[in-house]
């Protein structure tokens, strides 16, 4: 292990360069830590959102396919019929457990207010939703009370629209099922906005089931889907796979009925974030690249500039194994020293700013809602050390296996 | 036994078309402790012949023997680890390691050798550095150091190892010839005191003098032999 020590002199003995690497790899294992702690948070705090809001921990419904799209079209294609409903809601209660099972209907309407019109998502909620209030943050009025018809939630920004307070009566018009026209005169009863999503403009309103019922001319009680709400996320797809167990089980595998964990549901909401979070971890690869041009270059100057040291090394009996550790090593002790000290810094910037809540401003509240809380975690920490030294090892092992297999002959030549 | 033997040994260089053939058929024999030169003009194929005794190269004919060992038979760990063991190197510009001190410069092979304990290490550092009288200077970079205490320290890292063959390619070329003469003078001492064999090359008549046999190399043969 002594013989590491040359390693060490001979980082030490050209300060500057090896700050310069260190400098890069500092910047990457700083800016990884910051980026990774920032998405994870955003990731997390959206897809807690949209559980709580729209898709709950798992979903069971009559028709496949995305549930949020750009078209912001969400009506189904095929309903689950009452009956099965309440077989399913009665599975789950009885041997899974939840902690709320809602039954919703979704729909698409337009809201008018005298000549003002806004189209809107609009979801049907039974009187046993509860979860939906934790997302949806009232700036005026109340959430809704259960079982009460004709009572609307609105988001702000549709309110704002539509130029309506709490207690004013809005025309709601939407298309049936079969093709036919209705309108109801419905009581705006709270003013809010919905944790995160609200800032993707994602026009949704909430009612109570019934009404959302008769919007869609669902006679006889069928519903969209259920969603089901468990206590921990991380179990929401074998509780999906287990409720599958049992419907199966109970002979309702014919009913064409689909369970769907919030994991597949979150559409272009979540494609949004994994957007963001390539684009920047896009702009870390780049600076990986560079600092993996940054090791190769240093190592094509060492070989140049230590020729001879090389080939002495290799005449003494040092083997080419030892050579190649004692060039890596050298690269090593910059890199470990600068990716420590990176992810230090950015640990404790974390681990500060954890402590606050964060106030985005234009464009990041689009993503991270006004207040956010950045989340600190270990493993998180240790992982980017380990792709670091990862991409350490890729760019510096052939280099050195070059140096170290200079033939010495070539090397110890006299002019 | 022979510390080295060689037999019929020819090495050609191939440069683009043109071949050089720098050794036409050397044999010679070097018994154990001897202090022996190769001695001839530049060009005549010392430093060839030296690094196919160290191992550094292979011949393009002939055999190689050091001790009881045929050379051109091992693989590349092997020799590695003959290099490591049995031959020590002295370069005629001294190859000394710049970041590293005096003491640190000797103690480099120990370091990749097995079974030599830190004890051992510093015992054998601190005697050859006693040896080569540098004692004082154990701190000291080699840039900070003349031509002849460099030489030295070269001499004290080839014996570090307790090698059975000490390898030196005109190991006086860069030295002024008092200089010179008194580091050939310590390698001699230290031969005849370690039991060591050292094969030294140069061009220099005042030092091969002080050898006990010189072999005369010329344009790639030994043209005479002369024991003293
Ligand atoms: N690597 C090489 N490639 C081609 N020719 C070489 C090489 N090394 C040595 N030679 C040639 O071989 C001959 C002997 O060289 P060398 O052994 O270095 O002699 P000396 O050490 O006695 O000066 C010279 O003609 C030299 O030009
Ligand atoms: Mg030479």
């Known amino acids: 292990m002594k013989l590491f020590n040359l390693s060490f002199k001979n980082v030490l003995e050209n300060p500057k360069r090896s700050m310069t690497l260190g400098f890069f790899i500092f910047l990457v294992s700083l800016l990884m830590v910051l980026s990774n702690s920032f998405f994870a948070t955003v990731k997390n705090n959206l897809e807690n959102a949209l559980i709580d809001s729209f898709t709950g921990h798992y979903m069971v419904r009559a028709s496949e396919g995305e549930l949020f799209r750009t078209d912001v079209r969400w009506w189904e294609s095929s309903y689950v019929q009452a009956d099965q409903a309440a077989q399913v809601k009665q599975i789950i209660e009885q041997k899974l457990g939840a902690t709320e099972v809602t039954a919703r209907v979704r729909h698409n309407a337009m809201f008018s207010v005298g000549v003002q019109k806004q189209p809107s998502m609009i979801i049907g909620l039974d009187s046993s939703a509860k979860t939906y209030t934790k997302s949806f943050e009232l700036v005026e009025g109340r959430h809704l009370t259960p079982g009460n018809p004709d009572e609307l939630l609105l988001s702000e920004f549709q309110a704002k629209k539509l130029e309506v307070k709490v207690g004013d009566i809005i025309g709601v018009e939407s298309v049936t099922k079969d093709g036919d026209p209705i309108e109801r005169e419905m009581k705006v009863v709270g003013i809010g906005n919905m944790n995160y999503i609200s800032n993707f403009r994602f026009p949704v309103a909430f009612m109570d089931l019934k009404s959302a019922q008769a919007l869609v001319g669902l006679t006889n009680g069928e519903v969209s889907d259920l969603t089901v709400y468990l206590d921990d996320k991380s179990q929401a797809e074998s509780a999906a796979q287990s409720l599958q167990a049992e419907m199966t089980a109970a002979g309702m595998s014919g009913t064409g009925l689909t369970i769907t964990p919030f994991g597949k549901l979150g559409g272009f909401l979540m494609s949004t974030v994994s957007l963001y979070m390539s684009m920047f971890n896009g702009f870390i690869g780049l600076l990986m690249v560079i600092v993996a041009i940054l090791i190769v270059n240093l190592l094509f100057m060492i070989g140049l500039e230590r020729r001879q040291e090389i080939g002495t090394l290799r005449a003494i009996g040092i083997s080419r194994m030892q050579n190649i550790l004692i060039f890596m090593t050298e690269i090593y002790i910059i890199c470990y020293v600068a990716a420590l000290a990176g992810i230090a810094l950015g640990g404790i910037i974390v681990k500060i700013l954890s402590n606050f809540g964060l106030k985005a401003a234009a464009p990041l509240d689009y993503l991270l809602g006004r207040e956010f809380f950045i989340q600190f975690d270990w493993m998180q920490l240790g992982s980017v050390m380990g792709v670091v030294m990862t991409l350490v090892f890729i760019a510096s092992f052939w280099p050195c296996y070059r140096i170290a297999s200079l033939k010495p002959v070539d090397t110890l030549k006299e002019i | ?228």
């Not at chain 2, 430093?47 to 693989?75: A, E, K, Y």
């Not at chain 2, 072999?215 to 790639?220: E, H, I, K, N, P």
């Open chain 2, 1 to 228: 036994m022979a510390t080295v033997a060689i037999k019929e040994v020819t090495k050609e260089y191939v440069l683009d078309k043109t071949k050089v053939q720098a050794l036409r058929g050397v044999s010679l024999q070097v018994e154990e402790g001897e202090f022996v030169t190769i001695a001839g003009s530049s060009g005549s194929g010392k430093s060839t012949l030296l690094n196919l005794i160290g191992c550094l190269d292979h011949p393009t004919s002939g055999q190689i023997f050091i001790g009881d060992t045929q050379v051109h038979t091992m693989t590349e760990k092997q020799l590695d680890s003959l290099r490591l063991n049995t031959i020590g190197f002295i370069f005629q510009s001294f190859n000394l390691i710049p970041v590293l001190n005096v003491y640190e410069n000797i103690e480099l092979p120990l370091l990749a050798m097995k079974g030599v304990s830190a004890e051992e290490r510093r015992s054998r550092v601190n005697y050859f550095m006693e040896a080569v009288g540098l004692k004082a200077l154990a701190k000291h970079k080699p840039s900070e150091l003349s031509g002849g205490q460099r030489q030295r320290v070269a001499i004290a890292r080839a014996l570090a190892t307790k090698p059975k063959l000490v390898l030196a390619d005109e190991p006086t070329a860069n030295l002024d010839s008092k200089t010179g003469i008194e580091i050939i003078e310590l390698m001699h001492e230290i031969s005849r005191r370690e039991k060591t064999t050292f094969i030294f090359s140069t061009h220099d008549p005042k030092v091969m003098q002080r050898a006990d046999r010189i072999f005369y190399l010329q344009d790639g043969v030994i043209n005479k032999e002369e024991k003293r």
